[in-house]
């Protein structure tokens, strides 16, 4: 087994806050001497039926301590997924049917397995502890907590003062997975940023059971390709694992140079040192950002899809992105915009189209391509940096955003 002072190297390596880290010193510790594993816990509502590299950020976590012989614990929030996480919603959140909620579950379980070992995981569903939960179970969960206390969450605050609704489903929703922590006994949890309240109403609830506390391990928001907002596939900046392979290739390839450096942090499996020699790398000019980016994509895809398909998948790029298929004489301009810009108005404006709604039925006919990958979104933005914008076979343009 590995030493705690290696283990602590590279699981605290992109992660934003240890609560606490003295305590998950001590947790690698005993666990290295006894020889016990901890148990690593990570919930996923199955809202969606598709998994996209934000989320995989937490797996590849998980990943990182299954390889260090830890047992990874990975939740299927069936029966929370039927609620809705409340977590950075400004509005009362839809809840799904069973069957949507159960459908999504079966997708997840397929797709996991590209990253973590199949027979190291432990898939849980929390319906099977909260389904066998009476009335009187659930009425002294909610007597664990104080609406005051609930209030103190940010997303509730602000609905609160603004008079939206907050319903007392949502109130319970914190409460339920706090308490997958007790009924799992976990040792550590993983989370996002946003999912602070939560991740830390376990610890309470396993302090009120007369549990050890679980250390709290919070790991930042990956940005979607517009460089700005949590990657969303309702937001449409989304790189799905699923994806064919040139599609995430060409999606990568399209990302900032400043994000890409984010990517390689809670993404590649290089090594920290690895990682921390190419930003020196970059920052002394030895080492061009489209060569690292080429190797990242490289790397993403062939996770996902092995390697003759990303060895196709660089040779489409480079075919299409290289001007072999592009001409020479093709119009260049540069703006400056501390926005990103809506690809439907950069073409209206730039006469690759007579109109937005030209511009979008275009799109909706796979007829538009950035970088030689197929645009499937008409609210796709573009952040800084350099494209190739192509409309049917005939028009192209080069656009540099500063």
């Given amino acids: 087994m590995f030493t705690p002072d290696k283990q602590l190297s590279e699981l605290s390596r992109g992660v ?17 001497e006894t020889g016990i594993p901890l148990k690593v816990k990570a919930g996923f509502d199955p809202t969606a039926p598709d998994i996209h590299l934000g989320h995989t950020v937490l797996i590849e976590k998980m990943r990182q301590f299954q ?4 047992e990874v614990i990975f939740l299927i929030g069936d029966f929370t997924g039927m609620i809705g996480d409340p977590s950075g919603k400004n509005e009362l959140r839809k809840p799904l049917s069973k069957e949507d909620v159960l459908a999504n579950a079966e997708t997840y379980k397929e797709q996991i397995y590209k990253i973590l070992s199949p027979d190291k995981t432990k898939i849980v569903f929390n319906s099977e502890w909260f389904s066998q939960m009476d009335a009187i179970g659930i009425a002294r969960l909610g007597a664990m907590q104080t609406v005051a206390r609930m209030l103190e969450r940010d997303d509730f605050k602000k609905r609160f003062a603004s008079q939206n609704s907050i319903t007392l489903l949502e109130f319970y929703y914190p409460l339920f997975q706090g308490y997958d922590s007790v009924h799992l006994k976990a040792d550590v ?20 059971h007369g549990q050890k506390e679980q250390t709290v391990i919070m790991l930042p928001l990956l940005e979607g390709l517009d460089g700005v907002n949590k990657m969303s596939k309702s937001l449409g900046n989304y790189i799905g694992i699923n994806e064919a392979p040139n599609e995430i290739f060409g999606k990568i390839m399209s990302i900032s140079d400043e994000l890409m450096l984010k990517y390689y942090e809670l993404l590649s499996h290089r090594s920290a040192q690895e990682i921390t020699t190419l930003k020196d790398a970059l920052k002394a000019g030895t080492h061009h950002p489209k060569k690292a ?16 398909e990303t060895l196709k998948a ?4 480079d075919r299409v992105f290289g001007a072999k298929e592009i001409p020479e004489d093709m119009k260049e301009i540069v703006i400056a915009s501390a ?3 809506w690809i439907c108005k950069i073409i209206k404006d730039n006469a690759l189209s007579a109109s937005t709604s030209e511009a979008m039925r275009a799109i909706k006919q796979g007829g538009v391509k950035i970088d030689g990958r197929v645009v499937t979104d008409a609210n796709e933005k573009l952040p800084k940096g350099e494209f190739v914008i192509s409309v ?5 343009l080069k656009i540099t955003i500063d």
């Fill in 392 to 396: 049917g076979k005939r028009k192209f």
């Fill in 67 to 70: 390889e260090f012989g830890h």
């Fill in 293 to 308: 980016k080429e190797d990242l994509a490289m790397e993403i895809v062939e996770r996902y899809h092995g390697h003759d």
């Fill in 339 to 341: 926005e990103p810009l």
């Fill in 189 to 208: 949890e993983l989370g996002g940023t946003d999912q602070r309240f939560n991740l830390l109403m376990g610890r309470d609830l396993q302090r009120t």
């Fill in 314 to 317: 660089k040779e489409h790029f």
């Fill in 16 to 32: 934003s806050e240890i609560i606490t880290e003295a305590e998950f010193v001590e947790k690698l510790r005993k666990s290295y």
